[in-house]
Nanobody, 120 residues
C-alpha cells in the first residue's frame, strides 16, 4: 500500500506564484516516475508535468516555461513550482506516483488533490 499526499494549494492572483509538494509513504521498493495532473470543472484530468527516476522531465505545452517539477529521490517527494499563474491554471491538482512495491508488484497511486485558484 502506497500513500500519496499533496499540499501547498491555495488562492493567488493572476501572475502570482505557488509551490506544491507531494509526499509518499508505504511499501515503495523503487519509484519509476512521479507527476502532477490537474482537473478543472467540465474538463477531463490532464497531465501537467512528470519526472522519472533519472530526473528527466516532461511538461504540458500550456505550462512549459512557467512550471518546474523537481524530485527529491531520498524521500520520494516531488514538487511543482508554478510561476506566472493564469486563471486557466485554476484546477484541482493531483499527484501521481508509479513504481514497484517489490520484485513483482507494481503500484500506481494517487493523492486526494489540492485546490489551486487563480483569480483575474
Amino acid at each position: 500500500q502506497v500513500q500519496v499526499v499533496e499540499s501547498g494549494g491555495g488562492w493567488v492572483q493572476d501572475g502570482g506564484s505557488l509551490s506544491l509538494s507531494c509526499a509518499t509513504s508505504g511499501s515503495i521498493f523503487t519509484m519509476v516516475a512521479m507527476g502532477w495532473y490537474r482537473q478543472s470543472p467540465g474538463k477531463e484530468r490532464e497531465l501537467v508535468a512528470t519526472v522519472n527516476a533519472g530526473h528527466g522531465t516532461t511538461y504540458a505545452d500550456s505550462v512549459q516555461g512557467r512550471f518546474t517539477i523537481s524530485r527529491l529521490n531520498a524521500k520520494n517527494t516531488v514538487y511543482l513550482q508554478m510561476n506566472s499563474l493564469k486563471p486557466e491554471d485554476t484546477a484541482v491538482y493531483f499527484c501521481n506516483a508509479r513504481g514497484y512495491s517489490d520484485y513483482h508488484t507494481s503500484f500506481d497511486a494517487w493523492g486526494q488533490g489540492t485546490v489551486v485558484t487563480v483569480s483575474s
